[in-house]
DNA sequence: ACCTGAACACCGTTCAAGT
DNA sequence: ACCTGAACACCGTTCAAGT
């Protein structure tokens, strides 16, 4: 039986191990052994199974709790949210089109607004964190792969990160 | 007769007029009149389209020339580019993919790069202009059909721009 | 050099019909 | 309540064949 729960957690596993482009209906339906057409009693359409994927991606996150020093704070929770991205493929590009079409995601800046000082450093932050991983999407594949270039990403965005908190 | 550069006009009338969705090679063969078969002969693939797109889309951009205040050099050109993406339905989009894949636009990054202090704050500059973009497309699009909502897509951008920059 | 036609292997979504 | 089968209207890409 399909739950949508379950739903979101195959679409998950197919886009770790082929991308967001294996993730499609019919992908999804072969997986359950059912017909495409039975995913629709259980979601709207594909959008908001792509929705419930990043909100479960979102889920098993390790925040740690404010302490008195927001800059530290702010800055983990942005190394955190990026790793996430980091190290699921294609996770970039399906957080970008989920938030953009605002069918899920809505954690991600619930993290950071909780610990920001104010709603501009909160939005200067998701775009660069949103931005930052779409334009690193390549060299990210290669940083999930294993085989890599140093953590060049990692390090140009924490200093992106440290221009816009400052000090 | 078929040009490259008639195929990136033609992709680009597409774009403003129907959305990315209906930027298909043989939508794009339709408005030539000709076989979808024979756009392989003028171009690689369709993600090389795209890329000429972006391509034209930065051709026609009034940039100034540097002055001896690169904050202000800066500003000014980031606003320029932001302009850009906002002005023609799904830019924003578009160009992330493109400059994602690497496919094309390198323009853009010249642009901000000639008056930018540091790789560092080049690389902040580009992410947060295309995370911005993607993340505000909806207020965009609503933006960019006349209708709208306060200048706010564009102050927010100006703001997280000045925390960036500082003074 | 440039284009056609046909094929291949896919898409998302809907909807009557079944149990 | 939950699922099937079939259809609709699409995709990108390849490739032999034509002029």
Known sequence: MITRDELSRVGLRLLADHGLADVSMRRVAKEFDVAVSALYWHVKDKQSLLGAMV?????????????????ADLIGRAELLYAKLLDTRDAAELTASVLALGTGGTRMREVIDEVSPNTVTT?????????????????????????????????????????????
Request: proline share 5%.
């Open 55 to 71: 909100d479960q991606l979102l889920t098993d996150l390790n925040v740690a709790p404010p302490t008195d020093n927001w800059r």
């Open 123 to 167: 939005d200067a932050i998701m775009s660069l964190l949103i931005g930052h991983a779409t334009l690193n999407q390549q060299r990210m594949q290669a940083q999930a792969l294993g085989i890599d270039v140093a953590p060049t990403t990692t390090t140009t965005f924490r200093q992106a990160l440290d221009l816009l908190i400052g000090d």
